[in-house]
């Protein structure tokens, strides 16, 4: 890592002035609180200034919304220059949920909205906001005194705003304008969120007493080699903070896309002493630009808060089914030879995989839309006999323009003036992959609807329905600019700074190439396309990857509280790099990476150029095999991956999820990272070391935990030295739990579309259990329509009923399947209820046998502790009821 | 009873009412075979299904050969076996392509059965002409030996004269010296030829000695013109054989190396244009060379002065690198270069020092004059000349017989197969010109890529892998940020010897394939022609009961 080419706080003029500010230096009060048009507004007056004093008061809009989430915004009452707010990550629907506040309540110098189940009180003098339930406090703005607004302003004579870093020079025209404030968490004991950076699940206290430490950085930046436990930002930034305790979980978001930097202050000395009713954390968020549009989520629960942060940003897309199995990736496959070999290397293995991926190479000198004439001289042909097998392919295609006069797309963009500008007004001219290159204003809807043109079938070329998207570079990556991306008083579209909308330039990006596959797909197939820079909002339009990890013990375990976090704030579509994108992994270290990665909600190999060649099969006996059942493994609960997917198109709920998500009342999982849960019925604990004999697995709740693979159970709220081997990693079904799958072997998912599915029930105490399954054709929107199928099975009084979740009215399209259960496994029997017997399947009145199997069909497995209901043969759409005991 | 998938030879084995699994797991009973649900997790009872994950399917594919497909295959919707017998279900309808394919497989497989019969014919030969040529190899050696040992003792002996003549030229030379410089001796200038002449008879165990010793010589101002004489030809010839000297300029690559990883380059990387920054930071994620860019940033950041000065150092440094060998290689030829050492040694020496060497020099007649007079039996100079002469061309001659054994020995001693086959490798190297490179492959030696004028070693002969079906060159020059190059040359029959592709499947690894009636195995021969028969046989399509 090049530590010394990214920006530490004591060099940015406004992380160095607002971290040294002391508590209570905050000096706004409020006054002329009035409401207009179902809002609270007020005027913010600075003591210092004079009754004419230039610059003038701040206003502040109060707002609410259904479902416990308030809004609070702040702008100058004169300002200068609009500030930039950034558009297309608020959801256009959330304006419906508007809550039209009718009275505001005036009382010992504040004014108090009462909403349903909470009150937001505004303090007059010093300027405070509370969020309180009752007597309870959720959440605070301002109560440090922390809250600091550079107004916009004229340069004063002689004044030099100049800000220079290494080589570069930032003019900064329009001068300081800076916004600073503390928000606190009541009932807290942990914060979370502030994706992306290479670190555990809490966010740590980055200032107090005994810190030293950085704040935490959200500046997109391509960092070339990350390391590991660093709170300096990576390719992503998502504003948003949830806290957690035992009681209440909340959560904020400050939409602003400039450099933004927050500290977790450590809870002083003397504090601790105090009788302090509930503990709280407090933090400090400071942002260099950009307008002060902040929202409030009051919880209760860690799954509330995630709902209400996505009903302002958005849930996830629904992916296609392809997007949601296993992909081969590598910088890069050299010809359509190596392509066809890599294939035929899957098959010859019995290895199945759903999409190839080529990198940059593939390109005629990195200009995407394009291929090597030598290379790839046949890719419509290349693709087609890919998708002879059900495979898919994706292609990169990066930001950066190639500035050559022979190249349509660069002709194109300069003509029309679609480039970023630098701040002399011409296209802006930086180095990347292709050399010389100018980046697309994705600001500029009509410059994103333009690029989403170039993804027709006639315009790129060789391209054909079974090919999708790679969005890679997007920070944007500019490997000579300033931090490895481009000039801050860059010029965008609509006069925007670049400094001001920095962070969501890889999201605007990813958003045009989504929309560009929208309209190859005439809105009816789901797009994929993966990037990776992403923003708030960006679990709308597609997924990311945790970008260039390292092929180490190291990468592998962070991986983990990575993609949690993501998931904690709505992107739920992400995966890390099985293997390490740098290095060359041992067969041990692949091995282990394929077993955990089979868990991520995005599952794909990828390598650098300069790596051996690791396609799975490579590493020899038994690593191949354990490869291949790690894929199997995913490829099985594929249909449970789906049925989760579809819930965070729902809900906004993440695939991968901390424990405390699901147990949020459990104070010992808070800050557990190394293990996970995935929906709320499978928890995997990776593991993270060499010649690991053991892993300490703690069990959450106070039901059982059934291992996958043997059956064996472990009794709820308990930590567990559990041995491994390197056959698999600790993975465990919840006691009450349902789980789909399909366990028959495919070359990828396309074939295993009619196979029949296994249901796996592992029973609780009283003999219950519950699951579900979402199905649609896997492609189309159609399901939007209604064309798709939710079943609940339930468990109970030994019988085992399949019922329709599905809304009745869901619309107007259908998805119909043939689809039979083949096999019940029952996990958490007594052993008196162990036994071979008859079945009846009550719906069709037929009976079958059901006799003591194993949960997994593999050579060597031999399972005394489970039953299998043999060929029930009812179909997975349709109503029925078995009687199993 | 439902036989689909079920190879012919273990049809029996499915004829009992009750079937057992075959890892012994558990039994089932006959109508449980091939029902679409899997009872043996090994997959005994679904050959015919793709209910069970480890099942194989069996295509009889009349008409070409049987395939064993992977459960995974049935039923998927795309035809695998060519008789159409693994897609059933209704959903897909396959042709029947057995005999085309066949057919096909069939004039291919005569193909290679021709290839491999001319192959193995001039396999045969090639073995036989390498058994001939091994011999004279061998034949020519013992000889040789012969006149190694009778050479050895001329030289032996002429070397024993030599230096009997050399020591007595030694003394005169000394008498000259305490003639015209006695005034000059002093106590330590004698200690110090003692101790000379005692690190001599040590010298196995000297080299940490030494090392001290130079030290403390260093340390030491030389207050004597001579010693500090004698100390420039220690230091001369310590340096020269100072074994650390190679590794320093190791030493100085690696820190070039390290460089690009400091915080200096940091700091230089200001002083580049843009277009070059852009360049070297791509570079660390594609390993372009951009040394030229960096070389240009350091140049700049150093200061000019030093910057010439550390260049200086370097060429010292390579220089004396560079004298080593010679030295040592003087060495092996015993003292004779005493004289030529003398000679470097005047070089830095004094005027009155050069004076009686000059002398000594200059006169040799009356040297001998002088010597004569000390010795009972006369030498003349011309037949010191003479013996010198003789010793040279008897060394030389020595030297040449030696170097032939060495050449020969190395080349019986090497592994060329099992039958010899690669004997007649030994001496050729195998080319072949991609658009960019050409890349030449010699056996028992290295393999290089050239491009234009540069060269780039893919790797040094390891030896033969895979049972003789593979040449495996390693440690050629490491790659930018990766790995050693290597270069895997993959053997296959055919007539002609040629290089037929070089890949790169991985950055600096390589794979080339070269053709060769070497690997044109007569037993394969057999093979071919039997599984030509085999297929030649028309099989009975009605056997197919699907």
Sequence with gaps: WKKDEFKRCDQTIFCREYRNLDIGSSKWYVSDVNLTNGKVRARLVNEDDGEAEHG???????????????????????????????????????????????????KDGASMVVLSGHEVVLLHKPFQLYVRNGKETLLSLNAKGLFHFERQREKREGENWDDTFRSHTDTRPHGPQSIGFDVSFYGADFVYGLPERATGLTLKPTKGAEIVSEPYRLFNSDIFEYIYESPFGLYGAVPVMQSHGEKRTTGFFWLNAAEMVVDVLAKEKAEEGA??????????????SGAFDAFFFIGPGPKDVIRQYTSVTGKSIMPQFFATAYHQCRWNYKDEADVFQVDAGFDEYDMPYDVLWLDIEHTDGKKYFTWDPVLFPNPKEMQDKIAAKGRKMVTIIDPHIKRDNNYYIHKEAQSKGYYIKNKHGADFDGWCWPGSSSYLDMLNPEVRSWWADKFSYSSYQGSTPNLYIWNDMNEPSVFNGPEATMERDNIHYGGVEHRDVHNAYGYYFHMASVEGLMKRGENNDRPFVLSRSFFAGTQKVGAIWTGDNNADWDHLRVSVPMLLTLGLTGITFAGADVGGFFGNPDAELLTRWYQLGAYYPFYRGHAHLDTKRREPWLFGEPYTSLIRESLHTRYALLPYFYTLFREANVNGLPLMRPLWMEYPSDKHSFAIDDEFLLGKDILVHGVYSEKAVSEEVYFPGSQPWFDVRTGASYSGGQTVQVPVTLDSIPVYQRAGSIIPRKDRFRRSSFQMENDPYTLVIALNGTYEARGELYIDD??????????????LFTFADGRLTSTNLAPGNKGTKEFTTSCLVERIILLGLKSKDLSSHRVLVESSGTQVSAEIGPSLLRKGYHQTNSLVVRMPKVRISDDWSIKVL | LNLRGVAPQDEKYYQSAVIKCRDGSKSFPQERLNDDFCDCADGTDEPGTNACPEAKFYCRNSGHRPLILFSSRVNDGICDCCDGSDEYDGKINCRNTCWEAGEKSREKLKKKLGVYKEGSGIRKKDVENSRILRRQHEGELVPLKRDEKHLKSVVDKLREIKLVLLLEMSLVAALLWWQCCRRRITRPEKEAVEKEEKRAREEKERLEKEEREKRERESTPAKEASQQAEDVSHQVEEQAEDPKIPRTTEEEEEVVDNSEHTDEEDDELANLTEEERGRVIAARWTGEDVSDIKAKAEAESANPLESTSSYDDESEALDEANVQPEDVEDEDYGHHSAYEDASIESESLDDDEASWWSRLKAAPSALLKMFSFSRSHPVDISEAERIRKEFREASDKLQGVQSRITELEDRLKQDYGKDGEFYSFHDKCFELKDKKYTYKVCPFKDATQQEGHSTTRLGRWQGFKDDYKSMVYEHGDRCWNGPERSLRVKMRCGTKLELRSVDEPSRCEYVAELSTPAMCLESKVKELERQLVVQEIPQDGSHDEL
């Design chain 1, 275 to 288: 009788a302090e009713e509930v503990s709280r954390v407090d933090t400090h968020w400071m942002a260099e």
């Design chain 1, 778 to 791: 896997g492609k189309s929107f159609d399901f939007e329509k209604g064309a798709y199928i939710h079943r």
């Design chain 1, 56 to 106: 003038g008061s701040l206003i502040l809009h109060l707002s609410a919304y259904q479902d416990g989430i308030v809004r609070v915004k702040v702008k100058e009452a004169d300002q200068k220059k609009k500030r930039f707010e950034v558009p297309d990550v608020i959801v256009k629907e959330l304006e419906e949920k508007r809550l039209w506040i009718q009275r505001l309540i005036e």
